[in-house]
């Protein structure tokens, strides 16, 4: 079993900036690959990012690209996902999940394991 949970949400003004975390415990947190997904009001859960357990390669959505990071401390067993020049549609619950594989993947039925979410709130 794994258990994730996330932190870091909260109220920030278009522009502005803030970093998620995800920490991990409950088995080796190096040996799966981890991702981020999020949920806005009335609509699916959608794929945001997503990183390789080894941490060498990242993947994101086109909506979030050169604006987020995704990272890892693999010796911390935490995930991050740094949210940088935010947007009013960029508020959602955001979600860390962990799949026992190398690579993440965008399809949320990939994953094992979900954290209990963190709300983002981003005003115009």
């Known amino acids: 079993q794994v258990q994730l949970v996330e932190s870091g949400g909260g109220l920030v003004q278009a522009g502005g900036s803030l970093r998620l975390s995800c920490a991990a415990s409950g088995r080796t947190f190096s040996t799966y690959a981890m991702a981020w997904f999020r949920q806005a009001p009335g609509k699916e859960r959608e794929f945001v990012a997503g990183?390789?357990?080894?941490?060498?390669?990242?993947y994101y959505a086109d909506s979030v690209k050169g604006r987020f990071t995704i990272s890892r401390d693999n010796a911390k067993n935490t995930a991050y996902l740094q949210m940088n020049s935010l947007k009013p549609e960029d508020t959602a619950v955001y979600y860390c999940?962990?799949?026992?594989?190398?690579?993440?993947?965008?399809?949320?039925?990939?994953?094992?394991?979900w954290g209990q979410g963190t709300h983002v709130t981003v005003s115009s």
């Open positions: 999940a962990a799949r026992l594989v190398e690579v993440p993947s965008y399809t949320e039925g990939s994953y094992n394991y």
């Open positions: 990183i390789r357990r080894s941490g060498g390669s990242t």
